[in-house]
């Protein structure tokens, strides 16, 4: 079974994390290397531009000019006498020149190399520069600030993507198992209905008995059609229907599942309300949400429908008694899977939002300031 949601949220937030610290990591070496190619550089045109003083100006090439030099520069400088040296000695020095780069000599100390004239070297040295890199230099700032909103940016649609992948690996699974139910289910349910229909009641206690059986055949096709909806939804089929009607059918068939939780049902609806809806699938958002409600009241209470008409909207009020929403509820309450009912598969509220949406409307869930849950559909009406 994939991972839940949340923990793929955890999983991918922390390797998100491990990428930010490796990537801040190897920004700021390539920083340092950035920052030691320029010291370098310079160096190397400070050594050749001393040089070319010395030999423009053709001073002695004495340890006194020397030790002159570093009080002035800050750099250690020696000159080299070509005719004392070894040849093997002077092969390496001119290896150096010939690469133009400065000689790391250990991890502490460098030296550039440049030819002086015909008989002399003259050698620079300076201690290692220690890097000076620091959020407080703009373009050090500016350079992670840069990196860390592109790979906030990226990591962002990367988790999207990959929550999407899950959730689509999640309802295909789940379209297999619906097809799978629907059919093992739909065959005995359709001989269950056919037989009830046709039973003559004898008596009122028989009558009601053939209302229950057809009532809790609705319901399992009902059910059934809601899991098949999730794993295919369908566009919905719009004809002229009264929502108030809708609204008062579907409490009527929910009375006996409402008196038995000890739960009133008030309906205060204008009637009628004409929207453009697919009966069966408005029928179904419904009935989710008003059982949703009564299962949210078990020790009893009130459930009350309301309606009110904004602009070309109509919104359907849905106030329950209960405890209210669960701040974790007000924040995921319409996601798929989402759910803090025990036994409960997360999947009512989230059809209710598909199907809301399908017509043009929205869905809101909110708590009462004088306690218990509210939901909020908003539907378009009907223009004449």
Known sequence: MSASPQKLRLTLGLGFLAFIIAGSLLLLAWLRQRELEESNRL???????????????????????????KELLGVSITFLDR?????????MIQSDIKRG???????????????LDRHHYMRFFRDTPASSL?????????????????????????????????????????????TSLAHDIKNPLASIQLHAQLMTPQNEEDRQAVQLIEN?????????????????????????????????????????????????????LRSPIWIMGDAQRIAQALRNILVNAIQAMPRGGTLSVSSQSLENFCELRFTDSGTGFSESSLAHGTELFFTEKEGGMGVGLNIVSSIVTAHGGSINLQNDPKGGAVVIVSLPLLTA
């Not at 005719?83 to 092969?91: A, D, L």
Request: aromatic share 4%.
């Open 43 to 69: 160096f190397m045109a400070l050594a050749k531009a001393n040089a070319e003083s010395v030999r423009h100006m053709n001073l002695p090439r004495s340890e006194k000019l020397a030790r002159s030099l």
């Open 216 to 268: 809790e055949s609705a319901v399992i096709a009902g059910l059934v059609n809601q899991w098949l909806h999730l794993a295919n939804p369908l566009p919905p089929k719009l004809v002229k229907l009264d929502l108030a009607a809708c609204v008062r059918d579907v409490a009527k068939n929910l009375e006996p599942q409402a008196r038995h939780a000890s739960v009133e049902l008030i309906i205060t």
């Open 101 to 115: 780069s400065v000689v790391n000599l250990s991890d502490h100390q460098q030296s550039v190399i440049v030819e």
């Open 83 to 91: 005719e004392t040296m070894m040849p093997e000695v002077e092969s």
């Open 134 to 178: 620091s959020l407080r230099d703009p373009a050090t700032r500016n350079a992670f600030i840069t990196f860390w909103l592109i790979s906030a940016f990226v990591g962002w649609l990367l988790v999207r993507e990959r929550l999407k992948r899950a959730q689509s690996e999640r309802l295909a699974m789940l379209g297999r198992v619906a």
